[in-house]
């Protein structure tokens, strides 16, 4: 079974600062999905980034990107130039690339992350 | 409309009480899930259901029934529910077996109380 482990549970940053998230996960799996996904208060989870195990680049969204490290199953997420609307809770997810579960999602526990004005 | 909507956002409810959850998604998607998200909790994997055929049951008590009657909507039945079993559940969906990519939309939850 898969695990993911976010160490922060709670995390701040200035506005207009960089904040880095930290997961790492825990797997025998070599093909998979990892996600980072942003559920502001009161509000709809959405998807913030998604790496591909396979892919070597990082993968990068605007102002978000992710240090995906295979080797070490860790993926932590950037965020630069911190604005106060990514106030929300963070999730870090697992997901297998085959087999008849490919659809199914492991989170993390989340990361709180409060940007200060 | 929302992509994926949820009825209804607050519910209290006594333990002897029956109530339902209510979801719906207007994204064409052909997969939908049930969460349930507790506090300080990584968010639990309920039920999945491909297709309109239930495809997952995470060991979760009979107490819960899900129901799926087409693609585009899935219910939660709730009787004789625990106190524990107050949470938010959140409703979501994806493209499905063999085309996801393992995005899911989410709705915006229902605060279930059982006092």
């Known amino acids: 079974a898969q695990t993911v482990t976010q160490s922060q549970p709670e995390m701040s940053v200035q506005e207009a600062e960089t904040v880095t998230l930290s997961c790492t996960y825990d797997?025998?799996?070599?093909?998979?999905?990892l996600f980072w996904y942003k559920q502001p208060p009161s509000r709809q989870m959405i998807l913030v980034i998604r790496?591909?195990?396979?892919?070597?680049q990082n993968a990068t969204e605007n102002r978000f990107s992710v240090n995906f490290q295979k080797a070490a199953k860790s993926f932590s997420l950037k965020i630069s130039d911190s604005q106060l609307g990514d106030t929300a809770m963070y999730f870090c997810?697992?997901?297998?690339?085959?087999?008849?579960?490919?659809?199914?999602?492991?989170f993390g526990k989340g990361t709180l992350l409060t940007v200060n004005p | 409309e929302t992509g994926v909507t949820q009825t209804p956002r607050h519910l209290v409810m006594g333990m002897t009480n029956k109530k339902s959850l209510k979801c719906e998604q207007h994204?064409?998607?052909?997969?939908m899930y049930w969460y349930k998200q507790s506090a300080k909790k990584p968010l639990e994997l309920m039920f999945v259901y491909s297709l309109e055929e239930r495809v997952e049951n995470n060991s979760v008590p009979s107490r819960f029934s899900p129901e799926c009657p087409n693609s585009s909507h899935l219910f939660l039945h709730l009787h004789t529910l625990q106190p524990e079993d107050s949470a938010l559940y959140l409703c979501?969906?994806?493209?499905?077996?063999?085309?996801?990519?393992?995005?899911?939309?989410f709705g915006e939850g229902s605060r279930l109380t059982v006092l």
């Open positions: 797997t025998s799996e070599n093909n998979y999905y």
């Open positions: 994204l064409g998607h052909n997969a």
């Open positions: 790496q591909e195990a396979y892919k070597q």
């Open positions: 997810a697992f997901m297998k690339l085959l087999g008849g579960s490919n659809y199914k999602l492991t």
């Open positions: 979501a969906s994806s493209q499905g077996e063999g085309t996801n990519t393992g995005e899911l939309f």
